[in-house]
Nanobody
Framework: QVQLVESGGRLVQAGGSLRLSCAAS????????MGWFRQAPGKEREFVAA????????RYADSVKGRFTISRDNAKNTVYLQMNSLKPEDTAVYYC????????????????WGQGTQVTVSS
């Protein structure tokens, strides 16, 4: 069983940047897709970004495309989310997940999740 721990979330002003990290333990995730999702208060959890096991393929939600970058370091069993030009609407709890989804944007196709890290963007 893999454990995922997110970190890096905090309060930041609009226009600022943050880098989230998700460290995996218990088993290697080097052969698994990694995804970032987020959930704002009163809203459903939504897809943010995903990266294939080889890092050869990435996907982004339209709302973050051009501002966020997902990357991974398989040697460190860690995935990152670099978030630039943050907006108040990016405020949410950010979760990382791992699995072998057929559709890397589909929440229900990931089998392991972290506890989340809070990102708050002030205007």
């Amino acid at each position: 069983q893999v454990q995922l721990v997110e970190s890096g979330g905090r309060l930041v002003q609009a226009g600022g940047s943050l880098r989230l990290s998700c460290a995996a333990s218990g088993r290697s995730v080097s052969r698994y897709t990694m995804g970032w999702f987020r959930q704002a208060p009163g809203k459903e959890r939504e897809f943010v970004a995903a990266i294939s096991w080889s890092a050869g393929s990435t996907r982004y939600a339209d709302s973050v495309k051009g501002r966020f970058t997902i990357s991974r370091d398989n040697a460190k069993n860690t995935v990152y989310l670099q978030m630039n030009s943050l907006k108040p609407e990016d405020t949410a709890v950010y979760y990382c997940a791992t699995g072998r989804p057929l559709r890397d944007y589909a929440i229900d196709e990931y089998d392991s999740w972290g506890q989340g890290t809070q990102v708050t963007v002030s205007s």
